[in-house]
């Protein structure tokens, strides 16, 4: 079956630490997979974006960055954490036989503290 | 860039009444869909709609792509109070970038 997991669920992580948050997908090879952000409950904001393995595009100058190690795997990070990189990150991807839409993953609570 | 208008912003209505939302933009989109995301949780897709004119619905909702490709409504039909939640609207632009285009959401509370 074709699923996505995200993890931890929640983190709190003082300013100026580093951050790695992972997903991987399973049942496809190849897929699509995005980062989002979201903020106050609120509105989806596409962080990163990849095709493939060590393909990875940004869409807004940000303090964090993405890696795709393994064509099944995505992850975020930062080197030092802001205040405001606090939100809520989700990943998504395209399962086969979905058509256009996009899987959410059961997203990642991330407080900077 | 292109962005979808999402409205209203926040709704809270009366367990049982009827709940419209909509979605428009100024370039036309080639798919259209519907996500519901409940507290803490990541969205899920409810409804996609794939040719201009497009009447679909699941259970209680129904969503229609617009005539003019570049809109969208969902209704639900008898709300309850598990419909609280998120419902964001989504779509692919003509312009094929590969990236869905969120709107920015609109918030529903159901009173009992």
């Known amino acids: 079956s074709q699923t996505i997991h995200q993890w931890p669920a929640t983190l709190v992580q003082p300013v100026g630490s580093p951050l790695s948050l992972e997903c991987t997908v399973e049942?496809?090879?190849?897929?699509?997979l995005y980062w989002y952000r979201q903020a106050a409950g609120r509105g989806l904001q596409l962080l990163f974006y990849?095709?493939?393995?060590?393909?990875i595009s940004s869409e807004v100058p940000q303090n964090l960055s993405a890696s795709r190690p393994q064509d099944r795997q995505f992850i975020l990070s930062s080197k030092k954490l802001l205040l405001s990189d606090s939100g809520f990150y989700l990943c998504?991807?395209?399962?086969?036989?979905?058509?256009?839409?996009?899987?959410f993953g059961s997203g990642t609570r991330l407080t900077v503290v | 860039g292109q962005q979808l208008n999402q409205s209203p912003q926040s709704m809270f209505i009366q367990e049982g009444e009827d709940v419209s939302m909509n979605c428009t933009s100024s370039s036309i989109f080639n798919t259209w869909l519907w996500y519901k995301q409940d507290p803490g949780e990541g969205p899920v897709l409810l409804i996609a709609?794939?040719?201009?004119?497009e009447l679909t619905s699941n259970g209680r909702l129904t969503a229609q792509f617009g005539i003019t490709r570049k809109d969208s409504f969902l209704n639900i039909s008898a709300s309850i109070p598990s419909d609280v939640g998120i419902y964001f609207c989504?779509?692919?632009?003509?312009?094929?970038?590969?990236?869905?285009?969120f709107g920015q959401g609109t918030t529903l509370q159901v009173k009992p």
């Open positions: 049942g496809t090879s190849n897929p699509n």
């Open positions: 989504a779509g692919h632009p003509s312009s094929n970038t590969g990236k869905l285009i």
């Open positions: 998504a991807w395209i399962p086969m036989g979905q058509g256009s839409g996009y899987t």
């Open positions: 709609l794939y040719k201009a004119g």
């Open positions: 990849s095709v493939g393995i060590g393909q």
